[in-house]
Structure formats: structure tokens, C-alpha cells
């Protein structure tokens, strides 16, 4: 008996050295995520504060601006297409590292065009290498997400707005002093050593498999629907979850043309229409990046207790007013205010569009909603661009607020489309 009891505690201790190296791993995967989000927010927010500069040396009207910035959207949206599959080829962890290095490397590119269509052949190489690396790091999130059985989501595009909020001031702060060359090759060095050391611990860490909290029968049947969802994401979705994924994919799309809106036209706006000096105009994007860091680290929060379709709703229609003030404000403050409410407003819908997508149909389903997402994200602005030239900058910007209303009225219509309407992670 005493024989049995010994065996029967080492089993327990067993498990339980098991079940806390489990969750370790999970904690290294998720910092090392953070990271790789944080670096793109913070490499992707220095080059658009450095947009004015380079529109100004290259003498460019917002037309050819927007032109050029074509050469980011066509990139990354055929990018992220063909990223899913090396994700389910080569695995997501690999495929992020690899981005990494080379968003690091094409950053350096733009200040180095002398015309606007230079400009657009080397920001078509920047597009690539960043629609890769976030349909990568998304698919590997959605991977973890799982694993957590947490809406934890929102955590990670927060530290992409963090550092997105911290690249667009220190941009600022430097704008006086260093050239846009000088800047953006700093950003570079800075990219490769944070990935140099990251990077390992993402390779070191296989695909999580969710922390053994339930009974066997189950886990059986997530491994089964997990199988299932890999096996939809290698021959195509079937036709209920393609319609469900699209339906996340133009939530995306329409929250992520604003982002893409702030991120390249807001420190114009503040400056050529309400008269801001540079730093204030800086300032801008900060605070609303600021605001969308605020939002998503609440996300987790919000959707646990508010639900998928409330937080969605709620969150457009927030967005939606926020853009209104901040693209007809006739003050700097009241439209730094505008701006504000549209990052709170759109924080929290994107990743819960894209986290739901991946949910549904895996690697593929990050990659489909991924690419109508991103594909705002990188469209809007050169949308902006041409409506800016034939109307007004301020009223181009209103049409932010347009699809952010577009995207809490689908939301609310598509509340019953989902034929797993708590999704995989527990928001509903």
C-alpha cells in the first residue's frame, strides 16, 4: 500500500511538472508574439511619420503620393495569399522570424527614392515583407489563442499599437534632427537585433497544444475540429465557414482602412488643413495609436463581458462619430479629441475579426480576412489620396467614418451567420 501511494504521487508531481511546463512555454510564446508586434508597430509607425519629408524631397502632389503608396498595398495584399500557405507548409513560427528580417531590411528603402514612382517600386518591396510578417505572427497568435482558450487577441494587436504610439513619438522627436535616410536605417539595425534575439525562442517553440485542463473526450474532439480546420485550410474552406470568414474579412477591411487613414494622413490633415506644426502633427498618430492601445489591452475584458457582436457594434459606432469630429473639426484639439475616439472606437475589431477568422479555418482563414483587412489597411490611403484631390482632405477622411458604420451594421447582421457563434475562444 505505502508502495501504491508513492506511485501514486509521483504520478500527481508528474503532471504537474507537466501542466507548469506547458504553461512556461505558453508564456515564452506569447512575450516573444508581443515582441515580434510591438517591432511592427514601431517599425511600420517610423516610416509614416517620415511620409511629409520624403513627399516634400520627392516633390510629390497627393495623387502621386498615393500612387506610390499603391506599391505597400499591392505587396502585401498578394503577399499575404501565398503566406498562409507557407505558414501551413513551413509553420508560422519560421515564416514570422523570416519576415521579420525582411521588413527590417526593406525599411530602409523609401528615403532612398528620388521620384514617386521609385517610391512606389521600393515601398511595393517594404508591402511585401509587412503583409507577410502579419499574416504570419496573426496565424500564430490564433495558434496560441487556442491554446490559452483565453480572447486574448486584442493583447497583441495592443502592442502593436503600443508600439506603433511609441514609434510615431519618437519619429516626432527626431524629425528636427535626423534625416528620414538616417531614421529608417536605424530602424533597420534595430529590427535585425531585436529579431536576432527574439527570433530563437520562436523557433525553440513548436505549435502550442492547449493547456490539459479538460477531460479527454473533450480534448478528442478539439484535436478532431483542430484537424478539420488544417484540413479546410489546405484544400479551401468549405462554403458555410468561406462566408463566415468573408463576413470577418470586410469587418476587417472596413476598420482597418481607417487605421491605414491615420497612419498616413492624419499628420497631414493636422498640418496642411488646421495649421499644426510638425511635432503636434506627430502627435497625432500618437495619440490615436495611444487610445487603440488603450482599447485593446481592455479587449479581453470588453469581450468577455460585453460578447462578439456588442463589442463590435459598439466599437464602430464609436469609431465612426470619433472620425466624423476629427475629420470636420475646425481646431486641433477637437480633432486630436475626434482622433482619439476613433482609435478606442476601432481597437478591439480587427483582431477579433481576424482571431475568429483563424478560429473558423485556421492559417487560411487568417490568411482570407488577413488580406480584405490589411487590404483597407494599405488601400485606404492611397484612396484617400485621390479624394483628397478631387474634394478636400477633410472630407476624403470622412469616408473613415463611413465604413466604420459599415462594419458595426454587418457585425450586427451577421450575428447569427456564424455556425459557431461563441467561436473558438469563449466571447460570445
Known amino acids: 500500500m505505502p508502495h501504491l501511494n508513492k506511485v501514486g504521487t509521483g504520478a500527481v508531481s508528474g503532471s504537474d511538472d507537466s501542466d507548469r511546463a506547458a504553461r512556461s512555454s505558453l508564456s515564452r510564446l506569447r512575450i516573444a508574439l508581443t515582441v515580434f508586434f510591438a517591432l511592427d508597430g514601431f517599425m511600420f509607425a517610423g516610416w509614416v511619420v517620415r511620409i511629409p519629408a520624403i513627399k516634400q524631397r520627392i516633390g510629390a502632389s497627393e495623387s502621386d503620393l498615393g500612387l506610390a503608396l499603391l506599391g505597400v498595398s499591392a505587396g502585401a495584399v498578394v503577399t499575404m495569399v501565398?503566406?498562409?500557405?507557407?505558414?501551413?507548409?513551413?509553420?508560422?513560427?519560421?515564416?514570422?522570424?523570416?519576415?521579420?528580417?525582411?521588413?527590417?531590411?526593406s525599411i530602409a528603402l523609401p528615403p532612398q527614392a528620388h521620384s514617386a514612382l521609385a517610391l512606389g517600386l521600393v515601398l511595393l518591396v517594404f508591402g511585401t515583407a509587412y503583409g507577410a510578417l502579419n499574416v504570419a505572427m496573426n496565424s500564430a497568435a490564433v495558434d496560441l489563442v487556442a491554446a490559452l482558450r483565453r480572447p486574448v487577441?486584442?493583447?497583441?494587436?495592443?502592442?502593436?499599437?503600443?508600439?506603433?504610439?511609441?514609434g510615431a513619438g519618437v519619429g516626432g522627436l527626431v524629425a528636427g534632427g535626423l534625416s528620414p535616410a538616417v531614421h529608417l536605417l536605424l530602424l533597420t539595425g534595430l529590427g535585425l537585433l531585436v529579431t536576432a534575439v527574439i527570433g530563437p525562442v520562436l523557433l525553440r517553440q513548436p505549435v502550442p497544444a492547449p493547456v490539459p485542463e479538460r477531460d479527454q473526450r473533450t480534448a478528442e474532439k478539439e484535436r478532431a475540429e483542430g484537424a478539420?480546420?488544417?484540413?479546410?485550410?489546405?484544400?479551401?474552406?468549405?462554403?458555410?465557414?468561406?462566408?463566415?470568414?468573408?463576413?470577418?474579412?470586410?469587418i476587417a477591411l472596413c476598420t482597418a482602412y481607417g487605421e491605414g487613414a491615420m497612419a498616413d494622413w492624419s499628420a497631414l490633415h493636422l498640418t496642411e488643413s488646421l495649421g499644426a506644426s510638425a511635432g503636434v502633427a506627430a502627435a497625432g498618430y500618437?495619440?490615436?495609436?495611444?487610445?487603440?492601445?488603450?482599447?485593446?489591452?481592455?479587449?479581453?475584458?470588453?469581450?468577455?463581458?460585453?460578447?462578439?457582436?456588442?463589442?463590435?457594434?459598439?466599437?464602430?459606432?464609436?469609431?465612426?462619430?470619433?472620425?466624423?469630429?476629427?475629420?470636420?473639426?475646425?481646431?486641433?484639439?477637437?480633432?486630436?479629441?475626434?482622433?482619439?475616439?476613433?482609435?478606442?472606437?476601432?481597437?478591439?475589431?480587427?483582431?477579433?475579426?481576424?482571431?475568429?477568422?483563424?478560429?473558423?479555418?485556421?492559417?487560411?482563414?487568417?490568411?482570407?480576412?488577413?488580406?480584405?483587412?490589411?487590404?483597407?489597411?494599405?488601400?485606404?490611403?492611397?484612396?484617400?489620396?485621390?479624394?483628397?484631390?478631387?474634394?478636400?482632405?477633410?472630407?476624403?477622411?470622412?469616408?473613415?467614418?463611413l465604413l466604420a458604420g459599415a462594419a458595426a451594421l454587418v457585425a450586427y447582421l451577421a450575428r447569427s451567420a456564424s455556425p459557431e457563434p461563441a467561436g473558438q475562444m469563449g466571447i460570445e
Open 82 to 105: 501565398v503566406t498562409g500557405r507557407l505558414c501551413q507548409r513551413f509553420g508560422s513560427h519560421p515564416v514570422t522570424v523570416v519576415s521579420a528580417v525582411l521588413l527590417s531590411l
Open 153 to 166: 487577441m486584442s493583447s497583441f494587436h495592443a502592442a502593436f499599437s503600443l508600439g506603433g504610439m511609441v
Open 228 to 250: 478539420e480546420r488544417d484540413r479546410d485550410g489546405a484544400r479551401g474552406l468549405g462554403r458555410g465557414a468561406r462566408r463566415v470568414v468573408l463576413l470577418f474579412g470586410v
Open 286 to 401: 500618437s495619440l490615436f495609436a495611444l487610445a487603440m492601445t488603450a482599447g485593446r489591452l481592455s479587449g479581453t475584458f470588453l469581450l468577455e463581458r460585453l460578447g462578439q457582436t456588442r463589442a463590435l457594434v459598439s466599437g464602430g459606432t464609436a469609431a465612426a462619430f470619433g472620425m466624423l469630429l476629427g475629420a470636420l473639426a475646425p481646431t486641433v484639439w477637437l480633432a486630436l479629441a475626434g482622433f482619439a475616439v476613433a482609435g478606442l472606437g476601432l481597437a478591439n475589431i480587427f483582431p477579433v475579426a481576424v482571431g475568429q477568422a483563424g478560429a473558423l479555418a485556421g492559417p487560411g482563414g487568417v490568411a482570407a480576412a488577413s488580406t480584405l483587412g490589411y487590404g483597407g489597411m494599405l488601400l485606404g490611403p492611397p484612396a484617400i489620396g485621390f479624394l483628397a484631390d478631387w474634394f478636400t482632405l477633410p472630407l476624403a477622411l470622412t469616408t473613415v467614418a
